[in-house]
DNA sequence: CTAAAGGCTCAAGTCGACTTGAGGCCAATA
DNA sequence: TATTGGCCTCAAGTCGACTTGAGCCTTTAG
């Protein structure tokens, strides 16, 4: 397949597939010419990074989960721990989707007044003091 | 308070509250002198905007959502999309998160190869061929 | 054969959310 | 009183993930 196929099929630009292939997230098979000829199985991996980035993964985290070098096997502790870092996050979205559904409706003008979005909040704070950065719903692609 | 107090309080450098503010996220009373002067109200607005953030929204969003300027009322339906929005993230979470202890358990060497793999990945991808941003898990702040 | 369509490279630009740096002012402390 | 440290402003820099543009070459349809 060459770009524009790929582009096509995956829903990634051309351009994005070209970023991609310069930072070892894809490989193609070589050129035909001077074009890139992409295996079948990269709209795989493509659909895993899209994936991935939709649940907040860097191409970096990506690229080493995926081991797209031919890794003999990835680093499964790496895995666990991504997958609790998602629980936690999970924890934390349902508290915030609550705290919108309850601010939602509840007739406080300023729900930073109302004690069950407060209780709400707490609950949607993860344990320390936190810092981070978070988690992105993915918007809408109109007008894009 | 002065912003000092207000930095070690919320966990937000000082940089980052002139910038809130600037942004119209969080007002100051004035100025002692030259100084900021908060309200402590601002703290439970900082505590909102974190969490916000940590679930993916943009400052505008956030800015939106709490009507800094004293908004009679916030727009519900737009509070309700939220949700929604956070509701399908969550699933999606969720199906990565699986796809994930999963891939750490299976022997594959690619789990692209692995159809337990494949059909957890295809619950996750939302229903239309997607193309967004996504979630991002709280990272570490280990060596920030 | 020729010209449009599309691919290529490389550099620079964009966006959000801040941070960092330069240069200055003011207040409390030694 | 002198000095230090905290705060101020404004401009520029940073980071990730791409996009865009310039300038060039190739492939393919007419």
Redesign the interface.
């Known amino acids: 397949m060459d770009i524009a196929d790929v582009a096509n099929r995956s829903?990634f630009p051309a351009s994005a597939l070209r970023f991609y292939e310069e930072k070892g997230l894809i490989r193609s098979l070589g050129r035909k010419g001077e074009r890139r000829q992409f295996p079948a199985?990269v709209l795989?991996?493509l659909?895993?990074i899209?994936?991935?980035?939709?649940?907040?993964?860097s191409l970096d985290e990506i690229r080493r989960?995926?081991g797209t070098d031919g890794e003999?096997?990835?680093d499964?502790?790496a895995?666990?721990a991504?997958?609790d870092?998602?629980?936690?996050?999970?924890r934390?979205?349902?508290a915030?989707?609550?705290g919108?559904?309850h601010?939602?409706?509840c007739p406080e003008?300023r729900h930073?007044d109302c004690p069950t979005f407060q209780k709400l909040?707490a609950e949607?704070?993860?344990k320390g003091?936190?810092?981070?950065?978070?988690?992105?719903?993915?918007?809408?692609?109109a007008g894009?």
Chains 1, 2 share one sequence.
Request: hydrophobic fraction near 40%.
């Open positions: 829903g199985e795989n991996q659909a895993l899209s994936l991935g980035q939709s649940v907040g993964f989960m995926l003999p096997e990835i499964r502790q895995l666990l991504k997958a870092e998602l629980d936690a996050t999970i934390q979205l349902r915030v989707s609550k919108l559904r601010a939602a409706a003008p930073t909040l949607a704070m993860p003091g936190q810092k981070k950065k978070g988690v992105q719903p993915f918007g809408k692609t894009d």
